[in-house]
């Protein structure tokens, strides 16, 4: 059985702080690793997409992954209310075909 | 713009009745895929197409569900007596080669 674990929040972090979300999955063989974000009452939007360790920053977000610790996070910089959404963590078993197994999301409430 | 519409947005039936959904990718993308998510919840797979083939279905999709996209472009999801449990938001998502999956708006139903 995958799982993906997020801690579901709320997390609550202050205007203008970097807002750290973190994900943790149990195939070890999930080779493609993706951060939607999801605002009340509508469908997830793709925000980043990761598939080798390290780092991939992409304007204020940037994408960690680490295989061998089973680990993804997500950083916001600069957090703005509008960030405030659910984030959902999802990851695929092959190159991104496959269908994606998801977390049950983070809550963030940036804080004006 | 996600480049996938779904049909209808929202759908109120009484348990026991049949539904269909439809999702029409507006451009051409050769996955196609179907979630479904619950409050919550991350959203959870049902079903993958490449083209015209369904090449994975979740263990968890009953046989009261059935998928299909006939010619490769746009797919119907049909739920056939539907149960109380089956009320939800139900997402399509679409990709072309190996870009990540984007989800249409979804189609939220409910089983009186």
């Known amino acids: 059985q995958k799982e993906v674990e997020q801690n579901s929040g709320p997390l609550s972090v202050p205007e203008g702080a970097i807002a750290s979300l973190n994900c943790t999955y149990s195939?070890?063989?999930?080779?493609?690793f993706f951060w939607y974000r999801q605002y009340s009452g509508k469908s997830p939007e793709l925000i980043m997409s990761?598939?080798?360790?390290g780092d991939k920053e992409d304007g204020r977000f940037t994408a960690q992954l680490n295989k061998a610790s089973q680990y993804v996070s997500l950083l916001i910089r600069d957090s703005q209310p509008s960030d405030s959404a659910t984030y959902l963590c999802a990851v695929g078993a092959g190159g991104g075909a496959d269908g994606l197994t998801f977390g049950k999301g983070t809550h963030l409430i940036i804080q004006p | 713009d996600t480049g996938v519409s779904q049909d209808p947005r929202h759908k109120i039936t009484k348990r026991g009745q049949n539904v269909t959904f439809r999702c029409d990718p507006i451009?051409?993308?050769?996955?196609l895929y179907w979630y479904r998510q619950t409050l919550g919840q991350g959203p959870e797979f049902l079903t993958y197409?490449?083209?015209?083939?369904?090449?994975?279905k979740s263990r968890l999709l009953s046989n009261r569900f059935s998928a299909e996209r006939p010619k490769g472009s746009f797919s119907t999801l049909e739920i056939q007596r539907t149960e109380q449990g089956d009320s939800a938001m139900y997402l399509c998502a679409i990709a072309a080669g190996t870009q990540p999956q984007h989800f249409g708006d979804g189609t939220r139903l409910s089983i009186l």
């Open positions: 195939d070890r063989v999930s080779q493609s």
């Open positions: 197409f490449q083209n015209e083939a369904q090449l994975e």
């Open positions: 990761i598939y080798s360790n």
């Open positions: 451009s051409e993308h050769n996955r």
